[in-house]
């Protein structure tokens, strides 16, 4: 029952951190500083109770009873920072706007994630040196028993990033699922209650070690004199009045303490590595991954399966009789070998690193990811996970309680998973980048493997040679050659120009014939290039005719800072400031060396230059719950919905805080990328855009059949657009005289505020009934993060089903025939003439539609009813 306890501890303390980090994320921002303070704090609180917890323990006389307190106080505590957390939400925005960027500002988040998750994780860091004082009662079953405990815990943890990764947020939400963490905080709290009630207070033996009693006779014999106060506990145990306890000999001195002394480097080493590697491995995968939520909790879920594997397997490992000193070596050597080829494995298993894609449907897919993460990944991790808890079965020479070794060996290891996961994530992966790192790792492991058996006077000639192959064998893995990032295998002779490597991503810059120069993230996705120079362009371009008065401009994402940049040019002297923020300061640093001198020119409009113009590296989204500045356009750029972390963008919360932001009459944008959503995802959009804003437009980027981009425009006010008094009717004429429907692709629209609502694809806050039956987005239930990654490879058809083309121009057709434009309130101070316009578009769409085609009679048609309509004929 005890080792049931300990799997569902294991299972609830996952589901707990996978929450608590994505919702303290929404609060301090998805950077990689903020996310590197939470994790701090919580295995902070780890550490702290397993070292406190476990000295306070091996003094207690009902552990399990403890044990049944500490399952209350997590339940408690998680209670709590439930409150904490909506404080916390009402007072940042003001710490936010008191202080600079900076050390100030992220330390001033580390102390608010301690008052956070610090007071829960302290009882977790407690729970296994507490019930490990109960399960062991003899000091030689320590190390397999303590192994086993810590596997059987590793494993319900796998469980709990699976379920809390895959499933329960979706079916409960965020809260719910808090909730069911604490209900079985409770459950394991009172079970513990009763056993700890028909429990027998039992002393704890110290085993004779015959190794150590050889060892003993070998050596000068010292002689033990007892104390006053050890001869009183003697004669009461003889006395029977307290259990008995069987000491071995003492040690000679110098030998315990350097074998001591290296049980606490490799506890430090072994949490160091782990967590630096679990960094380093997950910005590996995403570099052939989608990135969706779904493949970090599979990453996760290997490394937690394996370690909790190597656990049990340390546990058997541990009755074998090769001298422990020996076997640390061997487990060392076997993992520095392990991280040394994992870069060679990784890279045989992805293709060099393309991307992982399956036609099969997502089940099958993240069946492919698993087995990929788990062939690359899992023989070093298994073996990596036999080290630590190994250890214990080391410590059983110098064991006084078993509560009191686990509480100072596993504070010892999460120290260090601290440690290795801010160094990793802040200074290797910068420094040296993912390969290198990776190889760093492994010498540490190789240079422990020859000094450790060393200082335990263990050295024999069997184990320096085989720390001289392992020597070898890493020298000959050195992954330096490997390429850090990977082309477009479609894209004709694209080269990569440069490339950075950080904490958070790797930024490259490429260039092909198709595209020019393009900055990309994570080998696949594209931020933009100058062959997209119009487009981007376009997506200021676009709200700025339909709110020409506007001043003041936020821009969520930079890119290739061409968006930005657009909205400086002289033709909107009205705009006197632009506010731009980009998560990664990798890719403002590519943007500013590659994209403002792009043969000769500077494709930014000078957003880099124009004191107009600020450029932050941080969250956008946090940036507009926390600053007190007002905008009259909120710009939010074009994201793939299914990665993780860009659903955050589309709950009802952030455009309530977008909404906030705005001044009177101001335009909130979100453009969509339809060739990346179903219908479903673009209504659940809709729907919450809705939910904040009540007038929300439609607006086409392009006519390209497949590749339709639209802007849903939130507007504060219920009225119509501004008055034009632009006469376009001479180039409207003009831009279509002797063109036939074979000149679609060649046509030079005049674009100005009148002509723009040709671009328009109808009000949605007319036709607000479609989305009656569509739930809504939150921070509490992420419908777009967990769902759309699933939707599209669960539609049972081989073609993608994209809301494109014909889907697209149907859900069109519908909402302008709900309200035509010639009665849509928002075009009401528009000229007679151009009100027409937006069936010009539509008819537009349609003529590209049946060209793709090939149907000459549609096209014409259509191209015929697009003349008329644009002419006003």
Same mark, same amino acid.
Request: some cysteine.
């Given at each position: 029952?005890?080792l049931?306890?300990?799997?569902?501890?294991?299972?609830?303390?996952?589901?707990?951190?996978?929450?608590?980090?994505?919702?303290?994320?929404?609060?301090?921002?998805?950077?990689?500083?903020?996310?590197?303070?939470t994790?701090s704090?919580?295995?902070?609180?780890?550490?702290?109770?397993?070292?406190?917890?476990?000295?306070?323990v091996?003094?207690?006389?009902?552990?399990?009873?403890?044990?049944?307190?500490?399952?209350?106080?997590?339940?408690?505590?998680?209670?709590?920072?439930?409150?904490?957390?909506?404080?916390?939400?009402?007072?940042?925005?003001?710490?936010?706007?008191?202080?600079?960027?900076g050390?100030?500002r992220?330390?001033?988040?580390?102390?608010?994630?301690?008052?956070?998750?610090?007071?829960p994780?302290?009882?977790?860091g407690?729970t296994?040196p507490?019930?490990?004082?109960?399960?062991?009662?003899?000091?030689?079953y320590f190390?397999?028993?303590?192994?086993l405990m810590?596997?059987i815990?590793?494993?319900?943890?796998? +469980?709990g990033?699976?379920?809390?990764g895959?499933f329960?947020?979706?079916?409960?939400g965020y809260?719910?699922?808090?909730?069911?963490?604490?209900?079985?905080?409770?459950i394991i709290?009172?079970?513990?209650?009763?056993?700890s009630?028909?429990?027998?207070?039992h002393?704890?033996?110290?085993s004779?070690?015959p190794?150590?009693?050889?060892?003993?006779?070998? =050596?000068p014999?010292?002689?033990?004199?007892?104390?006053?106060?050890?001869?009183?506990?003697?004669?009461?145990?003889?006395?029977g009045?307290?259990?008995?306890?069987?000491?071995?000999?003492?040690?000679?001195?110098?030998?315990?303490?350097?074998?001591?002394?290296?049980?606490?480097?490799?506890?430090?080493?072994?949490?160091? =590595?782990v967590?630096?590697?679990?960094?380093?491995?997950?910005r590996?995968f995403s570099?052939v991954?989608?990135?969706?939520v779904?493949?970090f909790?599979?990453i996760?879920?290997?490394?937690?399966? =394996?370690?909790?594997?190597?656990?049990?397997?340390?546990?058997?490992?541990?009755?074998?009789?090769?001298?422990p000193a020996?076997l640390?070596?061997?487990?060392?050597?076997a993992?520095?070998l392990?991280?040394?080829?994992?870069?060679h494995?990784?890279?045989q298993?992805?293709?060099?690193?393309?991307l992982?894609?399956?036609?099969?449907?997502?089940?099958q897919?993240?069946?492919?990811?698993?087995?990929?993460v788990?062939?690359s990944?899992?023989?070093?991790?298994?073996?990596?996970?036999?080290l630590?808890?190994?250890?214990?079965?080391?410590?059983?020479?110098?064991?006084k309680?078993?509560g009191?070794?686990?509480?100072?060996?596993?504070?010892?290891?999460?120290?260090?998973?601290?440690?290795?996961?801010?160094?990793?994530?802040? +200074?290797?992966?910068?420094?040296?980048?993912?390969?290198?790192?990776?190889?760093?790792?492994?010498?540490?492991?190789?240079?422990?493997?020859?000094?450790?058996?060393?200082?335990?006077?263990?050295a024999?000639l069997?184990?320096?040679?085989?720390?001289?192959?392992?020597?070898?064998?890493?020298l000959?893995a050195?992954?330096?050659?490997?390429?850090?990032?990977?082309?477009?295998?479609?894209?004709?002779?694209e080269?990569?120009?440069a490339?950075w490597?950080?904490?958070?991503?790797?930024?490259?810059v490429?260039?092909?014939?198709?595209?020019?120069v393009?900055?990309?993230?994570?080998?696949?996705?594209?931020?933009?290039?100058?062959?997209?120079y119009?487009?981007?362009?376009f997506?200021?371009h676009?709200?700025?005719?339909?709110?020409?008065?506007?001043?003041?401009?936020?821009?969520?994402?930079?890119?290739?800072?061409i968006?930005?940049?657009?909205?400086?040019e002289?033709?909107?002297?009205?705009?006197?400031?632009?506010?731009?923020?980009?998560?990664?300061?990798?890719v403002?640093t590519?943007?500013?060396?590659?994209?403002?001198?792009?043969?000769?020119?500077d494709?930014?409009?000078?957003?880099?230059e124009?004191?107009?113009?600020?450029?932050?590296?941080?969250?956008?989204?946090?940036?507009?719950?926390?600053?007190?500045?007002?905008?009259?356009?909120i710009?939010?750029?074009?994201?793939?919905?299914?990665?993780?972390?860009?659903g955050?963008l589309?709950?009802?919360?952030?455009y309530?805080?977008c909404?906030?932001?705005?001044?009177?009459?101001?335009?909130?944008?979100?453009?969509?990328?339809?060739?990346?959503?179903?219908?479903?995802?673009?209504?659940?959009?809709?729907? =919450?855009l809705?939910?904040?804003?009540?007038?929300?437009?439609m607006?086409r980027?392009?006519?390209t059949?497949?590749?339709?981009l639209?802007?849903?425009?939130?507007?504060?006010?219920?009225?119509?657009l501004?008055?034009?008094e632009?006469?376009?009717?001479?180039?409207?004429?003009?831009?279509?005289?002797?063109?036939?429907?074979?000149?679609?692709?060649?046509?030079?629209?005049?674009?100005?505020?009148?002509?723009?609502?040709?671009f328009?694809?109808?009000?949605l806050?007319?036709?607000?009934?479609?989305?009656?039956?569509?739930?809504?987005?939150?921070?509490?239930?992420?419908?777009?993060?967990?769902?759309?990654?699933?939707?599209?490879r669960?539609?049972?058809?081989?073609?993608?089903?994209?809301?494109?083309?014909?889907?697209?121009?149907?859900?069109?057709?519908?909402v302008?025939?709900?309200?035509?434009?010639?009665?849509d309130?928002?075009?009401?101070?528009?000229?007679?003439?151009?009100?027409?316009?937006?069936?010009?578009?539509?008819?537009?769409?349609?003529?590209?539609l049946s060209?793709l085609?090939?149907?000459?009679?549609?096209?014409?048609?259509?191209?015929?009813?697009?003349?008329?309509?644009?002419?006003?004929?």
């Open positions: 029952m005890a049931v306890l300990v799997f569902l501890s294991g299972f609830s303390a996952l589901i707990y951190q996978v929450l608590w980090m994505k919702q303290i994320g929404l609060l301090f921002g998805n950077t990689s500083h903020a996310t590197g303070a994790l704090s919580f295995f902070a609180g780890l550490a702290v109770g397993s070292w406190l917890l476990g000295h306070r091996s003094k207690a006389n009902n552990p399990m009873r403890t044990y049944a307190l500490l399952e209350f106080g997590i339940a408690i505590t998680a209670l709590l920072y439930f409150g904490i957390l909506t404080l916390f939400h009402a007072i940042y925005p003001a710490i936010h706007q008191s202080t600079e960027p050390v100030i992220l330390l001033i988040k580390f102390a608010l994630s301690v008052l956070l998750v610090f007071p994780a302290f009882c977790m407690g296994i507490v019930i490990g004082q109960y399960v062991v009662r003899e000091s030689r190390g397999r028993l303590s192994a810590y596997g815990n590793t494993l319900g943890a796998a +469980l990033v699976g379920l809390a895959f329960l947020p979706i079916w409960l809260n719910l699922t808090c909730a069911l963490a604490i209900f079985i905080s409770l709290g009172v079970v513990a209650l009763g056993i009630r028909r429990a027998r207070s002393a704890f033996v110290l004779k070690d190794d150590l009693e050889r060892e003993a006779e070998a =050596s014999q010292t002689v033990h004199k007892l104390s006053r106060q050890q001869r009183r506990r003697l004669e009461r145990e003889q006395s009045t307290e259990p008995v306890f069987v000491a071995t000999p003492d040690q000679p001195a110098p030998a315990a303490r350097r074998g001591r002394n290296a049980i606490i480097v490799l506890s430090f080493l072994s949490g160091f =590595s967590l630096a590697l679990e960094v380093i491995w997950t590996l570099q991954l989608e990135n969706s779904y493949t909790a599979a996760l879920m290997v490394v937690l399966l =394996s370690l909790a594997l190597g656990a049990i397997a340390s546990s058997l490992i541990s009755r074998l009789k090769t001298p020996i640390l070596s061997l487990l060392m050597l993992g520095a392990g991280v040394s080829y994992t870069p494995l990784f890279m298993f992805t293709d060099g690193m393309q992982i894609t399956s036609k099969g449907n997502w089940s897919y993240m069946g492919l990811i698993l087995g990929v788990a062939l990944i899992g023989p070093a991790a298994v073996v990596l996970g036999t630590f808890p190994y250890l214990m079965k080391v410590e059983e020479s110098h064991i309680s078993p009191l070794s686990l509480g100072q060996l596993a504070s010892l290891n999460t120290a260090g998973a601290i440690l290795g996961s801010l160094v990793c994530g802040f +200074l290797l992966l910068d420094w040296l980048g993912v390969w290198m790192s990776m190889h760093f790792v492994a010498w540490l492991y190789v240079v422990a493997a020859i000094a450790i058996p060393t200082s335990m006077d263990k024999g069997g184990t320096k040679a085989l720390c001289f192959a392992a020597l070898i064998g890493v000959l050195n992954p330096h050659d490997l390429p850090v990032t990977s082309t477009d295998p479609d894209a004709e002779e080269r990569v120009l490339v490597e950080g904490s958070d991503c790797t930024v490259s490429t260039e092909s014939q198709s595209q020019g393009a900055i990309k993230v994570n080998s696949d996705y594209s931020l933009g290039s100058a062959g997209a119009m487009g981007e362009k997506q200021a676009l709200p700025l005719f339909i709110k020409p008065d506007a001043e003041d401009i936020f821009f969520l994402g930079v890119g290739t800072g968006t930005a940049g657009s909205a400086l002289p033709r909107f002297p009205r705009v006197r400031k632009v506010v731009a923020c980009e998560l990664s300061a990798d403002i590519a943007a500013r060396k590659y994209m403002t001198n792009y043969m000769g020119y494709l930014t409009g000078g957003l880099f124009d004191s107009r113009a600020t450029v932050h590296i941080e969250d956008g989204r946090h940036y507009l719950m926390a600053t007190d500045e007002s905008f009259d356009i710009n939010s750029d074009l994201f793939v919905p299914f990665r993780s972390g860009a955050s589309y709950t009802v919360e952030h309530a805080s909404k906030a932001r705005l001044k009177p009459g101001g335009l909130f944008v979100q453009w969509l990328p339809l060739h990346q959503l179903t219908e479903f995802e673009f209504s659940v959009i809709a729907k =919450s809705l939910e904040v804003f009540d007038q929300v437009s607006w980027h392009n006519f059949p497949g590749g339709e639209v802007a849903l425009i939130g507007h504060t006010q219920p009225h119509a501004p008055t034009s632009i006469d376009s009717t001479a180039d409207k004429q003009l831009a279509v005289e002797a063109k036939t429907h074979h000149d679609l692709q060649r046509l030079n629209l005049p674009l100005d505020p009148q002509t723009i609502t040709l328009y694809a109808g009000n806050g007319q036709a607000r009934c479609r989305f009656k039956e569509i739930p809504l987005n939150t921070d509490n239930r992420p419908i777009i993060e967990y769902l759309a990654p699933r939707n599209y669960n539609s049972g058809s081989d073609d993608l089903p994209w809301f494109v083309g014909e889907d697209f121009y149907r859900f069109v057709d519908e302008l025939q709900q309200t035509l434009p010639s009665e309130p928002l075009l009401a101070n528009r000229k007679a003439a151009n009100q027409r316009l937006p069936l010009a578009g539509h008819a537009f769409h349609r003529a590209h060209s085609r090939k149907d000459e009679e549609a096209t014409k048609n259509a191209w015929d009813q697009f003349v008329s309509e644009w002419t006003n004929r």
